[in-house]
């Protein structure tokens, strides 16, 4: 997954105190991993994934020792996280910065005569979104979006109430293109779900729309080979902890780690999580034996990070497949 720095932990200095050194570096990945999924808070969830991804902290070795897969963990706490992202059996996969604008986008075409956002607003939307040259180059290739104007659904004087979910005005044949798009993301092992990925996605799954726009899915996908991945970086920002986590970190012992939270998890300081753990086997037996065999490294940036860290063990089980 994803970490974006420049997108700070916020949380109370009296909870941040109660934990260790690396602990403190664990809450601070886990306000970057919150922020790449467009969350406004970070939750348990967040954290949980945090110390799945980091294979020298105790929390993943002792997850890897019980022959558990760190990699599967980490993806069903995604799929409870908070964020915009696409939620499947496959896997759970976020947007991009310009993927969000584009739903926004598609979201404002649709709010003012339409009663829901449809394919043709995404694919509108997405081209709008496309970095310069591909939008030149989407246009050059004959597509016409004044044509897509008939398919844009029936128009509806009544205004959107304002706030509300992103997706909840989304017809069923957007929502089922954004997970198409999610899987074309993966195809090409991009890390967020872009305009591009939407755009082609759009164009496979709806004819009509491809022959009135002007521009078939295979010229598309020509035209944007190895330009899908959106590397535009959010604008930095902090994310507040959300009184899930303020809640679970105030039950902590004092200097905990890693594995601390991972014990805390599986002790039900949230349930769902647990469940998570449960069904990876992972007993509270083995967690206390893991207290005795494995530490967490000193934060990166310390003078003795490198002569001290615990070598990564070796991936067991299944690979991610994001």
């Given at each position: 997954?994803?970490?974006?720095?420049?997108?700070?932990?916020?949380?109370?200095?009296?909870?941040?105190?109660?934990?260790?050194?690396?602990?403190?570096?664990?809450?601070?990945?886990?306000?970057?991993?919150?922020?790449?999924?467009?969350?406004?808070?970070?939750?348990?969830?967040?954290?949980?994934?945090?110390?799945?991804?980091?294979?020298?902290?105790?929390?993943?070795?002792?997850?890897?020792?019980?022959?558990?897969?760190?990699?599967?963990?980490?993806?069903?706490?995604?799929?409870?996280?908070?964020?915009?992202?696409?939620?499947?059996?496959?896997?759970?996969?976020?947007?991009?910065?310009?993927?969000?604008?584009?739903?926004?986008?598609?979201?404002?075409?649709?709010?003012?005569?339409?009663?829901?956002?449809?394919?043709?607003?995404?694919?509108?939307?997405?081209?709008?979104?496309?970095?310069?040259?591909?939008?030149?180059?989407i246009d050059a290739a004959g597509f016409e979006p004044a044509a897509l104007e008939p398919l844009l659904g029936p128009a509806d004087d009544a205004p959107?109430?304002?706030?509300?979910?992103?997706?909840?005005?989304?017809?069923?044949?957007?929502?089922?293109?954004?997970?198409?798009?999610?899987?074309?993301?993966?195809?090409?092992?991009?890390?967020?779900?872009?305009?591009?990925?939407?755009?082609?996605?759009?164009?496979?799954?709806?004819?009509?729309?491809?022959?009135?726009?002007?521009?078939?899915?295979?010229?598309?996908?020509?035209?944007?080979?190895?330009?899908?991945?959106?590397?535009?970086?959010?604008?930095?920002?902090?994310?507040?902890?959300?009184?899930?986590?303020?809640?679970?970190?105030?039950?902590?012992?004092?200097?905990?780690?890693?594995?601390?939270?991972?014990?805390?998890?599986?002790?039900?300081?949230?349930?769902?999580?647990?469940?998570?753990?449960?069904?990876?086997?992972?007993?509270?037996?083995?967690?206390?034996?893991?207290?005795?065999?494995?530490?967490?490294?000193?934060?990166?940036?310390?003078?003795?990070?490198?002569?001290?860290?615990?070598?990564?063990?070796?991936?067991?089980?299944?690979?991610?497949?994001?």
């Open positions: 997954m994803r970490y974006i720095p420049g997108m700070p932990l916020a949380v109370p200095r009296e909870l941040e105190r109660r934990l260790s050194p690396y602990g403190r570096h664990l809450l601070a990945r886990c306000g970057e991993y919150a922020g790449s999924l467009h969350a406004d808070e970070a939750g348990p969830e967040h954290l949980l994934s945090t110390l799945m991804d980091d294979e020298a902290c105790a929390a993943h070795r002792a997850v890897l020792h019980a022959f558990a897969d760190p990699e599967s963990i980490s993806g069903e706490a995604r799929a409870l996280s908070a964020g915009i992202m696409v939620t499947g059996s496959a896997a759970s996969l976020a947007f991009s910065v310009r993927g969000v604008r584009a739903l926004e986008r598609a979201r404002e075409l649709a709010s003012s005569h339409r009663p829901e956002v449809t394919p043709a607003h995404l694919l509108l939307a997405c081209v709008g979104e496309l970095e310069d040259d591909l939008r030149v180059a959107w109430p304002a706030g509300g979910p992103l997706f909840r005005r989304f017809s069923e044949d957007s929502k089922r293109a954004l997970s198409a798009a999610a899987r074309v993301a993966r195809q090409a092992c991009d890390a967020a779900i872009s305009p591009a990925h939407v755009l082609l996605a759009v164009l496979q799954s709806e004819a009509e729309l491809a022959r009135a726009g002007g521009i078939s899915a295979s010229r598309a996908r020509l035209l944007l080979r190895g330009r899908t991945a959106d590397p535009t970086r959010p604008p930095p920002r902090e994310i507040p902890a959300d009184e899930a986590l303020e809640g679970f970190l105030g039950g902590l012992p004092e200097g905990a780690g890693s594995l601390a939270m991972l014990r805390g998890f599986h002790a039900g300081g949230t349930p769902e999580l647990a469940q998570v753990l449960s069904r990876h086997r992972m007993s509270a037996a083995l967690l206390e034996r893991a207290q005795a065999g494995f530490e967490d490294p000193d934060p990166p940036g310390t003078a003795s990070t490198e002569s001290q860290a615990a070598p990564a063990e070796p991936r067991r089980g299944l690979e991610s497949d994001l």
